[in-house]
């Protein structure tokens, strides 16, 4: 078996959740880039910072993926924005990544506190 | 207020993008700067500390790495219309490979297409030797476009209340008389215009009058008939009565023996038949040829 590479793994980590906690957030609702990015930082406690340089490189991937979908929405007095929202595809994957990362965090909690237990 | 968009795009050149996403993503990218320079005023920062703090908390060389790997990030512009490029050995193998992929890409349409394609091709081989067979290929005797068959148009024969018989392509049968046409009840009315037999009167008549055939023969089915060979079982065969001449008409000799004589033509004088080379193979030993 090869050996998993710590940085790897780590980068494939944070990959996943980034992908998961973008899908979530636009499970209740179109939202803008920006409310993106401050909601997470919020609900998080500030722990989760996405910055310009990789939210939106992201928002761009699940789009070409299928798993969102943006469009600029105008309203009276404000200038035009980009919305995004789920797609019925996207909430199939996102059902999915919400439940393999359960199973992950249950199975990392199970063995980091097994000698407490 | 900074100039954001002009800020990102500059750091979008590198990448090839669209003109028009390109477009979209620096108002995008502008308009997430701006709130957050707004963001950082309202926190109390002065607009000039709250513009390079929201210049430099991103990274462009990242922003450019990320974005590069997106497909939107490969974008060809189309060439213009123009004349037409010359031939190439490359544009056909890509042209090729892309069909392949495409195929490949779409089995139950590749197995559909391919179904309709051997499916068509079968039915016009199969009418394409029906044609070819009737129609198209030539008669296996010299001049076959100088022979042709001659007959009575169905509403001639019908106008003429004094025909003796209506039918029989050569001589007729003894006691064979005139054919009624379109007796029964229902049956369909026979095509005024297509061929019918003609009497045996009327074939000499022609015989005699005619200036416009090297030579004519008449034919008529005999039906079925029994051969009897001098050593072996009889068997059912189907032949045709012909006129002496008719190997004349055709130009055509038999491999052995003898063609009909007008001898042959006397009533009486005995049965003389011409038959097929396969038939003389298979009863080579029982069949008796004329010398």
């Known amino acids: 078996m090869a050996d998993i590479k710590l ?6 980590l944070k990959k996943g959740a980034a992908e998961l906690l973008l899908l979530s957030v636009l499970e209740a609702r179109p939202r803008h880039g920006y409310e993106l990015g401050k909601l997470i930082e919020t609900q998080s406690g500030g722990r989760l910072v996405f910055h310009l340089d990789s939210l939106y490189p ?3 991937r699940l789009e070409e993926r299928g798993w969102i979908k943006g469009a600029w929405v105008e309203k009276a007095g404000e200038r035009r924005r980009r919305f995004y929202r789920l797609t019925p595809t996207g909430q199939r994957v996102l059902l999915r990544q919400r439940q393999s990362w359960d199973e992950f965090v249950e199975a990392v909690r199970l063995v980091t506190r097994g000698e407490h237990a | 207020m900074p100039d954001w968009k002009s800020h990102i795009r ?3 050149q590198s990448l090839r993008l669209s003109p028009a996403r390109e477009a979209e993503i620096a108002e995008e990218l502008a308009q997430h700067l701006e709130d957050r320079w707004h963001e950082l005023m309202a ?3 002065t607009p000039a500390d709250a513009a390079e703090t929201a210049r430099t908390e991103f990274d462009d060389g990242r922003l450019q790495s990320l974005l590069g790997h997106l497909r939107q990030a490969h974008w060809h512009e189309l060439p213009p219309p123009g004349p037409s490029r010359a031939f190439s050995l490359d544009s056909v193998l890509i042209d090729l490979r892309h069909a392949i992929r495409a195929l490949r890409a779409t089995p139950s349409f590749t197995i559909g297409a391919l179904l309709v394609l051997a ?3 079968g039915a016009t081989t199969a009418i394409f030797s029906v044609v070819d067979a009737v129609a198209l290929r030539p008669l296996t005797f010299p001049d076959p476009d100088r022979i042709v068959a001659v007959g009575m148009r169905a509403d001639a024969v019908s106008m003429r209340a004094d025909a003796p018989a209506a039918g029989g392509g050569g001589p007729q049968r003894p006691g064979s008389g005139p ?3 379109g007796a029964m009840l229902g049956a369909k009315p026979p ?5 019918t037999n003609v009497t045996t009167q009327d074939y000499l008549d022609w015989v005699d009058r005619q200036h416009v055939f090297e030579s004519m023969a008449a034919i008529n089915d005999m039906g079925d008939a029994v051969l009897q060979p ?5 068997e059912l065969v189907r032949g045709q009565r012909v006129a002496a001449s008719f190997f004349d008409v055709l130009r055509a000799r038999p491999m052995l023996g003898a063609v009909f004589t007008p001898q042959n033509e006397i009533a009486g004088s005995g049965h003389v038949a011409v038959v097929s080379h396969g038939r003389l193979a298979t009863h080579e030993a029982g069949l008796r040829t004329t010398p």
């Open chain 2, 230 to 234: 001098a050593a072996g079982e009889p």
């Open chain 2, 119 to 121: 499916l068509g091709t």
């Open chain 2, 10 to 12: 500059s750091r979008l």
């Open chain 2, 179 to 181: 054919r009624p046409m």
């Open chain 2, 43 to 45: 926190n109390g920062a």
């Open chain 1, 7 to 12: 940085p790897a793994l780590d980068r494939e």
């Open chain 1, 58 to 60: 992201l928002l761009y």
């Open chain 2, 191 to 195: 095509d005024p215009y297509a061929l």
